[in-house]
Structures are given as structure tokens and as C-alpha cells.
């Protein structure tokens, strides 16, 4: 027998937490510098409302006397 679908609701406080968490505990897969300050491609595995781990990479920017800043991010 199926079980019946688990509606979750939309959490995008968790979702900028969890994002922000893999700026510092992520894995840094490329760095690089210009003008614009250094840039970090960090890949890590967020948890989903339902209980699921996903791959995610993100992309950000760290300019002179900034915290991080958070360019992109997409399933990896």
C-alpha cells in the first residue's frame, strides 16, 4: 500500500540558515581572486524538511571588511 503524500511547508528561514552554514562548514572546491573580492565554490549537503540530504554548490564573494555574500546556489 502507498503512503499517502507528506505535505511540508515552505521554510526559507532554514533554507538561508542552511545555506549560510555551508559558507563556513562546507567543502571549498574552488577559489579564486579579482577586482571584485575572493570568490569560493563550496559544495556541501544540506538537510531537507523532509529528512533528505541533497547536494548543493554554492557560490560566494568575499570583499574587503564583508561578511560572505551569497551569489548562487544549485543542486550538484
Do not use: F
Given at each position: 500500500?502507498?503512503?499517502?503524500?507528506?505535505?511540508?511547508?515552505?521554510?526559507?528561514?532554514?533554507?538561508?540558515?542552511?545555506?549560510?552554514?555551508?559558507?563556513?562548514?562546507?567543502?571549498?572546491v574552488?577559489?579564486?581572486?579579482?577586482?571584485?573580492?575572493?570568490?569560493?565554490?563550496?559544495?556541501?549537503?544540506?538537510?531537507?524538511?523532509?529528512?533528505?540530504?541533497?547536494?548543493?554548490?554554492?557560490?560566494?564573494?568575499?570583499?574587503?571588511?564583508?561578511?560572505?555574500?551569497?551569489?548562487?546556489?544549485?543542486?550538484?
Amino acid at each position: 500500500m502507498a503512503r499517502p503524500a507528506r505535505k511540508v511547508r515552505s521554510a526559507p528561514e532554514r533554507l538561508a540558515a542552511d545555506l549560510r552554514g555551508l559558507a563556513s562548514a562546507g567543502r571549498v572546491v574552488a577559489r579564486s581572486r579579482s577586482s571584485h573580492g575572493e570568490k569560493y565554490v563550496v559544495d556541501g549537503w544540506p538537510e531537507t524538511p523532509t529528512g533528505n540530504r541533497v547536494a548543493v554548490r554554492t557560490v560566494w564573494i568575499v570583499e574587503a571588511g564583508s561578511p560572505p555574500r551569497l551569489l548562487t546556489a544549485y543542486p550538484a
